[in-house]
């Protein structure tokens, strides 16, 4: 008797417990991204603009160094990055150009678009499956930062509460991220020449 008068308290507990709200996910989101902070990020991003079309990038990025692989059409352009060296990758002509980052290059990166979203937008629950919470977020009337976009539609995994996706529309360009994953190694960060076997490198630097 005593344990099914524990079973029932405990469906009771079940049912009568107040469920997350979406700003309590996202930050719980953002909280978890930060504790795997330092073990690399891997992410894609599927970008659509008119004219151009669509095109894929796939970033590694672990504290300064980063690589970024960009596929349009046949086309593959991939560039590591060191912070204060770049090392591009041109398949089209086979080639490896070195040179020097870009002193004013902005150091921002789209993974920053899952920071402060319950600071700058209004955040609903679209719907909820068994794996993921879908969560729809509209900019608020006092975030005033011109780039960021009118709507965004975050996915965030049940269990792990990671990002599953992120879509996002702005001045005409569509953009989503996906397949966000962590940990990263020094290997896929760091420029090698095998890397591009029969590659002509040009050192630009001065």
């Not at 979406?22 to 902070?37: A, C, D, F, Q, V």
């Not at 002193?103 to 993974?111: E, G, K, R, V």
């Not at 608020?140 to 995994?157: F, L, R, W």
């Amino acid at each position: 008797m005593k344990k099914l008068v524990n079973f029932v308290c405990f469906l009771l507990m079940t049912v009568v417990a107040p469920a997350q709200t979406p700003e309590e996910i996202l930050t719980r989101m953002e909280e978890e991204m930060s504790k795997h902070e330092k073990e690399g990020l891997i992410m894609t991003v599927d970008t659509k603009m008119p004219i151009v079309g669509t095109m894929s990038i796939k970033s590694y990025m672990l504290g300064d160094k980063s690589r970024t692989e960009t596929s349009v059409k046949q086309y593959k352009i991939i560039v590591w990055s060191d912070g204060k060296t770049d090392w591009t990758y041109d398949s089209k002509n086979n080639v490896v150009e070195i040179q020097h980052a870009k002193p004013n290059a902005d150091d921002s990166n789209d993974a920053e678009m899952f920071s402060g979203i319950t600071d700058g937008y209004d955040v609903s629950l679209k719907k909820e499956t068994a794996d993921a919470w879908y969560i729809f977020c509209k900019k608020s009337k006092n975030n005033k930062d011109k780039d960021d976009p009118g709507k965004m539609d975050v996915v965030v995994a049940k269990g792990t509460y990671f990002p599953i996706s992120l879509s996002a529309k702005a001045y005409g360009v569509s953009m989503t991220l996906r397949d966000i994953s962590f940990g990263v190694t020094e290997e896929q960060v760091s420029f090698r020449p095998e890397s591009v076997p029969g590659a002509q490198i040009v050192d630009k630097r001065k």
